[in-house]
């Protein structure tokens, strides 16, 4: 049996949000031995600040949030569409987990598995949000599924009014994307150490 543990963020800070709704729909989705943990902290990361960024220096929220994403099998990152790109917070927090300086620590994105879904109330959804995502983890060299997409536009109609996912496509994506995400976490953890000092 797969065990697995993933770190699952919603780029929304909004109460009643469709993207975090969308993760709480994965973890329920989610096979057995494979558990997703929602990171309720967004909000409290500080604005990215280089000087800070040391093991000495470094605000322990952020710290948490690098030890989280490090300990992580993979990230399952949930993102709305602001002005046509990511919301600043969710931008914010991976510019903090991008990093290592001091050549100490090692990057917690670098070859980390991850896996991009977004929703929205267009009729596009949140794609080009998704698209400006996808070049951030291309910088952070992640390794990033790239099929399926998960693109929920028109989110008002795909949950309930509980905030359920109710939406049998979307169910049905959302499943393959945590299959495509899982397979990337068991790939070999050799396979994988040789792939990160390749870079
Ligand atoms: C938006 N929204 C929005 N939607 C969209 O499709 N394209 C866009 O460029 C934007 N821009 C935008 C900017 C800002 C500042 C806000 C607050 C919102 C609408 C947005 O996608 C919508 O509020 C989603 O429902 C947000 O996702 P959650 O909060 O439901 O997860």
């Known amino acids: 049996m797969t065990t697995a543990r993933i770190l699952a963020i919603s780029g929304s800070l909004r ?8 993760l709480r729909a994965a973890q329920t989705l989610a096979p057995a031995g494979v558990t997703v943990d929602i990171y309720d902290g967004l909000g409290e990361i ?10 000495v220096l470094r605000p322990p929220v952020v710290q948490d949030l690098r ?14 569409e602001y002005n046509y790109s990511i919301p600043g917070v969710l931008k914010n927090a991976l510019d903090w987990a991008s990093t290592d300086w001091t050549r100490t620590e ?25 698209l400006a995502l996808r070049q951030v983890f291309l910088c952070t060299d992640s390794d990033l599924v790239v099929k399926p997409e998960v693109i ?13 996912l109710v939406d049998e496509t979307t169910r049905d994506l959302l499943q393959d994307l945590l299959g495509a995400l899982l397979a990337k976490a068991e790939a070999p953890a050799e396979a994988r150490a040789l792939m990160a000092t390749a870079t």
């Open 15 to 22: 109460a009643a949000s469709h993207n975090t709704a969308l």
């Open 67 to 80: 030890d989280r994403i490090t300990a992580a099998d993979g990230l399952l990152i949930a993102t709305p």
């Open 46 to 55: 500080p604005p990215y600040h280089q000087d800070l960024d040391t093991p």
């Open 106 to 130: 090692g990057v917690p994105l670098l070859r980390k598995p991850v896996a991009i879904a977004g929703a929205g109330p267009s009729q596009f959804g949140s794609v080009r949000a998704q």
């Open 152 to 164: 929920v536009f028109r989110s008002h109609e795909r949950f309930d009014a509980s905030g359920q």
